[in-house]
């Protein structure tokens, strides 16, 4: 029988290979964030006018500084529908979205996908990640927010303000699977957790306790590798 090792990693890039936060994404939300667009481009199928997408925008402004984030998400829906939508625009529609009452987090994540891919730059990047993470939060998926902020993070370092908020996340969050990868092919055949934060560096740690093999498997090892600095 072929021996079997799962790996309880802190990196994936370590323990399975390339997993970096460069290469951004989460499940499903390409998708959905493209039938998100594609609802509101529908309504203008022909596209708006310079005017028209003017008009549009005036009305998301007012509605901002009037402090109506339900009229101003609204409005950012109308000029997005209208074409020609830059990566601001959809940042714009995200952060309203997620700070309107009551709050719309699920649309504020795929608007932000939207900022995120037509963003110019990995500086420009940041923003769009930022608020992907609190929108997250708020749909209660906290290691997928982690993932945002730590892509956020690796594309400015230095930021002392954002290493600060994944901390406190990673903190608030505690031990979560945040990747699962499996290697059917390798000899030993090899599955991979990817955690949160690194499981504790204690004598009386002993991986193979926290695991559970159903049905057992013969031969079965648990190991851990890989704890680079966060």
Partial sequence: ??????????????????????????PGLPADSEAYAHTLTGRTPAGGTPQARRHAEQ?????????????????????????EATSAQWLALAEAQLRRTPSDPAHALQAAWQ????ADGRTAEVPPLRLMADALKALNRPAQAILALEAALERVPDDATLRQALDETRRATGILVRHVRTEPEAEPPRACLDFTVAPVRRDDFHPEDWVRLDPAI???AVTREGDPAR
């Fill in 1 to 26: 029988m072929r021996r079997f090792v799962l790996l309880l990693a802190t990196m994936l890039a370590i323990a399975c290979g390339p997993a970096l936060a460069d290469d951004f994404a989460l």
């Fill in 59 to 83: 009305a998301a402004e007012a509605a901002i500084r009037q402090q109506d984030l339900a009229a101003a998400a609204a409005a950012w829906e109308t000029r997005v529908g209208l074409g």
């Fill in 115 to 118: 900022a995120f891919t037509a």
């Fill in 218 to 220: 013969a031969g079965a």
